[in-house]
């Protein structure tokens, strides 16, 4: 009579998280190289402030940038790297506000620009038909 072995071999259920913590580490460091690039517009100094954020909405703001040199720079419609005219932000104002009057309009204003240019933007954009006009800060 023949004997066989028996194979007490018990079965592995355990799975190996190695590679997968391997992929995970590759894709952070790629995300955290990419991010900064990924930020796009004209380059200000946003002066300091403490504020409440504003809340999430589902549509982006329009932001309107005004240089250190007094320039305006707008995030629709065309390149934000193009200086434009106070009279072609508030035509686009317009054009913005009687699409979505309830659109959220930004100014980002550098620092180092003179107040008055920051007001005259906003109370440009108010002629404009925009109703309130936010400020980004950092």
């Given at each position: 009579m023949i004997r066989r072995?028996?194979?007490?071999?018990?079965?592995?259920a355990d799975i190996n998280v190695v590679p997968y913590i391997d992929v995970m580490m590759v894709l952070l460091v790629i995300f955290m190289v990419t991010a900064p690039m990924l930020t796009q517009g004209v380059s200000v100094e946003l002066p300091q402030a403490t504020a409440e954020p504003v809340d999430a909405q589902d549509q982006e703001p329009v932001i309107v940038t005004v240089d250190k040199?007094?320039?305006?720079?707008i995030n629709i419609g065309g390149s934000e790297t193009e200086a434009i005219s106070s009279e072609e932000v508030s035509s686009r104002v317009q054009k913005i506000m009687s699409v979505n009057p309830k659109q959220l309009l930004l100014v980002r204003g550098?620092?180092?620009?003179?107040y008055d240019k920051v007001v005259t933007l906003?109370?440009?954009?108010q002629q404009s038909g925009a109703s309130s006009v936010g400020l980004v800060t950092e």
């Open positions: 072995k028996k194979n007490k071999r018990k079965l592995n040199d007094g320039l305006y720079y550098d620092k180092n620009v003179y906003m109370s440009l954009m």
